[in-house]
């Protein structure tokens, strides 16, 4: 096929490649690559350094190496595995190559006497040092072969694509790179300047082929100046993605929020206590987006038990009296019913109707709670993902709240943007689960951030102990002591397996075993199988003080508020990640009483184990856990499945590259304003993939 030389490298389809056809161009696509511009932004995994001979004796375990030498013996080897054992000699050492597979022509080439090159990794064998299956070539000592000038890149792959070919693939892609000036390098020179980082074009040359001189071990880190380059163009890519997307939700405008303010002063009136000053600043920060004519995007943060539903309270009386309706959503409906009970209190008596939605509600009860929607006559509608179903329609929608944002895709809360019939809701995320700053800067590029990083007066913070289950007699002596003395308990039991059946089977053996240690106590049971109804009855005859002891999966985690329970075992807590663990923690403590929670955990404790109950038990401060988390667990585990897109990155990584996000924030916003630029680098990093997966 002729090659078209006025096509931009990413209009050409690898099919111009000499000797792509049409089976390789499908293996290729499988890996996402479609283009010559996509070939040479497929980079090497990491190198093998074949451009110096090591001599034999100072060959270490673990270590790959080229080495020479002259077959002293070939013999084949019965033992529990047929082998063929190579004894190879230098003037340092001698060394065995182990091949396992060989064929008797092979046998009779590697005979004595013949000189090889090898390559391989050295291990410890039953000979000494071996290599087992090692590359090797037989060298002419009258001509011998010279060794590699650059260091050999070795690509990610898939069936069918040898190493070879990827060179082959690569260097014709630089080739025609080196003859073609469309290859665009659109981060500004400044910036190169700033960060001593190469022009594109060379950090690409050299990344495909590093010279012999390369520094492996800053090539293996990414810590490489042309590594350094590329990374900081990925992330530039995905943070441009996340601002196209808020101006595609902001560009329809939104009804602005202009009220005189007197529900706001009832309300807090009404209140036994005074907003925190950081209450009230991120109050006054939404108050300053929600009178705009473009979409409030605000994710609001704070720790367990910081206040974010009273801030989200003061926003939806705003929008209420300035004649718009408000939608609540939250990812379970434990947390649903959570929000109704506070909505309801703190609305109703200001004679605003708050209505209820969600999978549970049906029958007469459902088209009634649809009809008030529809007309408006549900000024604030408190739900789970039932709000998003085709047949709800709100009269004139102004503020969406979507609480623990992390549970939900992006498609799903830009889904009722599709509510508003007047305009674009104002859109106020929140999150008990605090995001670390790297996290904060990356996956939520699109939105606005506020911290309430103070805890109301009178909040005890929660002593943590960490206990053995070789101690269990003792812990359930110290439930019945205090419960005794009138505070109530939850009991969370955590399983291997994210099975809700094997759970819920857990959660009842531990009732029964509980129930005979502490005969005539009020104990009951939650977990994710019971229906909702049985659900809510068994948490509000908690919330009652009826039941002293509750039995519990992790389904508490979120959304459950109960001041007089003070005393939180969770067993097997080294099964849970530190956020998870936090926010279970956060269940205690709600009131003024001293408080504590146990984490009974089962020997032997892995090293990440200790880390994590160790951090449990020095810092109740969310953000330093949520930190800690994601260096243990990495951001993908840390954001949860829904946020997919963001851990789709080629190069970067968002711990180690994190020093780089304050150069690309600012970066972004001016690129941004650029159409072609902006386009052109999302298509080179994360092309026509869905960013965020639909749920």
Not at 219 to 247: D, K, N, W, Y
Not at 622 to 637: Q, S, T
């Amino acid at each position: 096929m002729p090659v078209v030389l006025n096509k931009a490298l990413h209009d050409r389809p690898v099919t111009d490649l000499k000797n792509v056809g049409d089976k390789l161009a499908e293996k290729l696509h499988k890996l996402g690559i479609y283009t010559v511009q996509d070939v040479l932004f497929h980079l090497p995994l990491r190198y093998q350094d074949r451009t110096r001979i090591t001599p034999i004796g100072a060959l270490r375990p673990g270590l790959d190496a080229v080495i020479e030498g002259e077959i002293r013996a070939a013999d084949v080897v019965f033992g529990k595995r047929r082998s063929l054992v190579v004894r190879l000699q230098d003037g340092t050492g001698t060394i065995s190559l182990r091949f396992y597979h060989f064929s008797t022509a092979q046998k009779n080439n590697l005979s004595k006497g013949t000189l090889l090159r090898c390559y391989g990794e050295a291990r410890r064998g039953v000979s000494g040092l071996e290599l087992y299956h090692p590359e090797y070539q037989r060298l002419d000592e009258s001509n011998p072969a010279p060794v590699d000038a650059r260091l050999t890149p070795i690509y990610p792959s898939t069936e069918g694509l040898n190493q070879a070919r990827w060179q082959q693939l690569t260097q014709q892609a630089i080739a025609m790179m080196a003859g073609d000036e469309s290859l665009q390098d659109w981060l500004p020179p400044q910036v190169l300047a700033q960060l001593k980082l190469p022009p594109l074009n060379a950090a690409l040359r050299y990344l495909h082929a590093p010279d012999a001189h390369a520094n492996l071990e800053q090539l293996s880190e990414a810590q490489h100046p042309c590594q350094v380059r590329l990374i900081v163009e990925e992330l530039l890519a995905h943070h441009l993605s996340l601002l196209q997307l808020r101006m595609e939700i902001q560009q329809d405008g939104a009804i602005p929020v202009n009220n005189p303010g007197k529900l706001r002063a009832q309300l807090l009136a009404n209140l036994p206590f005074s907003p925190t000053n950081a209450q009230s600043r991120v109050e006054a920060e939404l108050r300053a987006d929600m009178v705009r004519s473009v979409p409030m995007l605000r994710l609001v943060q704070g720790d367990v038990g910081s206040g974010k539903t009273l801030v989200a309270a003061l926003a939806a009386v705003a929008a209420i009296e300035s004649g718009q309706q408000v939608a609540l959503m939250a990812p379970t409906e434990i947390l649903a019913e959570q929000h109704l009970h506070n909505f309801s209190q703190w609305l109703n008596p200001l004679g605003i109707e708050v209505s209820w939605l969600a999978g549970k509600l049906k029958g007469k009860a459902r088209s009634a709670s649809l009809s008030a929607i529809a007309g408006g006559q549900a000024q604030m509608v408190v739900g789970t993902h039932a709000l998003f179903q085709e047949e709800v329609e709100f009269a004139n929608l102004g503020l969406v709240i979507i609480d623990e944002q992390h549970r939900f895709g992006v498609h799903q809360r830009l889904a009722l943007k599709e509510k508003g019939k007047l305009g674009v809701p104002h859109q106020l995320i929140m999150t008990a689960t605090p995001i670390p700053r790297t996290l904060a800067m990356s996956a939520y590029a699109d939105l606005d951030t506020s911290v309430i990083d103070e805890l109301p007066p009178g909040r005890t913070p929660v002593k943590t102990l960490v206990v053995s289950d070789e101690r269990r007699d003792e812990v359930v002596e110290r439930i019945q002591l205090a419960c005794a003395h009138g505070a109530q308990a939850y009991w969370v039991c955590t399983l291997i397996e994210e099975s809700e059946t094997l759970e819920a089977q857990a959660a009842e053996n531990t009732l029964q075993d509980l129930q005979a240690m502490l005969p005539g106590m009020a104990i009951g049971l939650v977990h994710g199988r019971m229906k909702a109804a049985e659900k809510s009855a068994v948490m509000d005859a908690f919330k009652r003080n009826e039941l002293q002891l509750l039995v519990a999966t992790t389904v508490i985690e979120v959304g459950v508020d109960v001041p007089n329970a003070s005393l939180m075992v969770i067993e097997n807590p080294e099964r849970l990640g530190l956020a998870q663990l936090h926010q279970l923690r956060g269940r205690v403590g709600r009131g003024s009483a001293e408080s504590h929670c146990v984490l009974l955990y089962h020997r032997p404790l892995s090293q990440q184990g200790k880390t994590r109950l160790q951090v449990m038990r020095e810092t109740n401060d969310g953000f330093r856990i949520a930190e800690e988390d994601l260096a243990l667990r990495g951001p993908g585990e840390v954001l949860g499945t829904r946020q997919t897109g963001l851990m789709q990155f080629r190069v970067a990584d968002l711990q180690r590259d994190a020093w780089l996000l304050d150069t690309v924030k600012p970066l972004a916003q001016n690129i941004i304003r650029d159409s072609a630029a902006t386009q052109a680098l999302i298509t080179r990093w994360i092309g026509d993939k869905t960013r965020y997966a639909q749920v």
